[in-house]
């Protein structure tokens, strides 16, 4: 019996406020429709090009995005449709981030002090130095300031603090950029462990081929919309397994698959094309493209296409 999602988000579109031109004022939507849920014990991956709305999600779900951004859709935790206050409250505490960029880190405050947080004992003090030991970090890291730390440094003292905050539900964003071979799949076992514990972790990456071996699930965007949501297993299977063209075409796309890339571009936020937003660059498309395309399930798993079966 599947477990309730401990996350869910449904239907979700974002849009931020702009002016054309200086004078004229316009909505521009940069998530459309985009559905996702992680379940407890389960690491979902989330694989995309630039700009289909990965970290955009992170930021929406956190309740990090900025005062021109306006929402529509549920996000959910444990059943409860989240406010921007809910978010507020549990940013932290229940639902960590490892984001992307690593200013994130307080430049005026030793990284130490910002991984162990405000409840310091010695339980805290053993568990970040465990975590550090692992990332090797040693003890004359916790006394050192972000602009001290290289990149592949900050990057792991990210990740520890989303570790040693406790959160149930853990967004990493492309946390292993920076990180050599060692280090990155060091993270990614960390990760594993969480979801072994019983956390949801959801995994943003460019790196498809690592989300495949890691990761449970695995959710294609593109443009800013969800059009795969498929076990791991069926990337790993092969390009039959899966449902959607642009799931098939990433994975020919890979370099052991032959690395045939993908003629044509993502459409830009402001010039998306009616229906399927990945019609322009389909082989199958067809006069019902241009239609709404729903989310419905194909052979155990969820895709936006009318013409997969």
Same mark, same amino acid.
């Given at each position: 019996?599947? =477990?309730?999602?401990?996350?869910? !988000?449904?239907?979700?579109?974002?849009?931020?406020q702009m002016y054309d031109h200086g004078l004229e004022k316009y909505d521009l939507k940069v998530i459309s429709n985009l559905t996702?849920?992680?379940?407890?014990?389960?690491?979902?991956?989330?694989?995309?090009?630039?700009? +289909?709305?990965? +970290?955009?999600?992170? %930021? /929406?779900?956190?309740?990090?995005?900025?005062?021109?951004?306006? @929402?529509?859709?549920?996000?959910?935790?444990?059943? =409860? !449709?989240?406010?921007?206050?809910?978010?507020?409250?549990?940013?932290?505490?229940?639902?960590?981030?490892?984001?992307? +960029?690593?200013?994130?880190?307080?430049?005026?405050? =030793?990284?130490?002090?910002?991984?162990?947080?405000?409840?310091?004992?010695?339980?805290?003090?053993?568990?970040?130095?465990?975590?550090?030991?692992?990332? %090797?970090?040693?003890?004359?890291?916790?006394?050192?300031?972000?602009?001290?730390?290289?990149?592949?440094?900050?990057?792991?003292?990210?990740?520890?603090?989303?570790?040693?905050?406790?959160?149930? !539900?853990?967004?990493?964003?492309?946390?292993?950029?920076?990180?050599d071979l060692e280090m990155a799949l060091e993270a990614l076992k960390i990760f594993r462990e969480l979801a072994d514990e019983g956390?949801?972790?959801?995994?943003?990456? %460019?790196?498809?081929?690592?989300?495949?071996? @890691?990761?449970?699930? @695995?959710?294609?965007?593109?443009?800013?919309?969800? !059009?795969?949501?498929?076990?791991?297993?069926?990337?790993?299977?092969?390009?039959?397994?899966?449902?959607?063209?642009?799931? =098939?075409?990433?994975?020919?796309?890979?370099?052991?698959?032959?690395?045939?890339?993908?003629?044509?571009?993502?459409?830009?936020a402001k010039y998306l094309p009616k229906g399927c937003l990945f019609a322009p660059r389909c082989p199958h498309k067809t006069n019902?493209?241009?239609?709404?395309?729903?989310?419905?399930?194909?052979?155990?798993?969820?895709?936006?296409?009318? %013409? /997969?079966?």
């Amino acid at each position: 019996m599947k =477990k309730e999602p401990l996350l869910s !988000v449904k239907d979700l579109s974002v849009s931020f406020q702009m002016y054309d031109h200086g004078l004229e004022k316009y909505d521009l939507k940069v998530i459309s429709n985009l559905t996702l849920d992680v379940r407890p014990g389960e690491i979902v991956a989330i694989a995309g090009s630039s700009g +289909s709305g990965k +970290s955009l999600l992170a %930021h /929406a779900v956190m309740g990090l995005l900025p005062e021109n951004a306006s @929402i529509s859709g549920e996000i959910s935790y444990k059943g =409860k !449709v989240l406010s921007q206050k809910d978010k507020e409250t549990l940013r932290g505490k229940e639902m960590a981030l490892v984001p992307q +960029s690593v200013s994130y880190l307080d430049p005026l405050m =030793k990284v130490g002090t910002q991984v162990r947080g405000t409840k310091v004992n010695k339980e805290i003090i053993k568990a970040q130095r465990e975590i550090f030991h692992r990332f %090797h970090l040693d003890e004359k890291t916790e006394q050192l300031y972000p602009f001290q730390l290289s990149g592949g440094m900050a990057r792991r003292v990210l990740v520890s603090t989303a570790v040693l905050s406790g959160a149930d !539900v853990i967004i990493a964003d492309e946390p292993t950029p920076g990180l050599d071979l060692e280090m990155a799949l060091e993270a990614l076992k960390i990760f594993r462990e969480l979801a072994d514990e019983g956390k949801a972790v959801i995994l943003i990456t %460019h790196d498809i081929d690592l989300a495949f071996h @890691i990761a449970d699930r @695995i959710a294609v965007f593109y443009a800013g919309t969800t !059009v795969e949501m498929a076990d791991a297993k069926d990337f790993v299977e092969g390009v039959d397994a899966l449902r959607h063209p642009y799931s =098939k075409a990433l994975w020919k796309a890979l370099p052991q698959n032959g690395f045939e890339p993908i003629p044509g571009f993502q459409p830009y936020a402001k010039y998306l094309p009616k229906g399927c937003l990945f019609a322009p660059r389909c082989p199958h498309k067809t006069n019902e493209c241009e239609e709404n395309i729903p989310m419905r399930e194909v052979r155990g798993g969820y895709v936006r296409c009318i %013409h /997969a079966d």
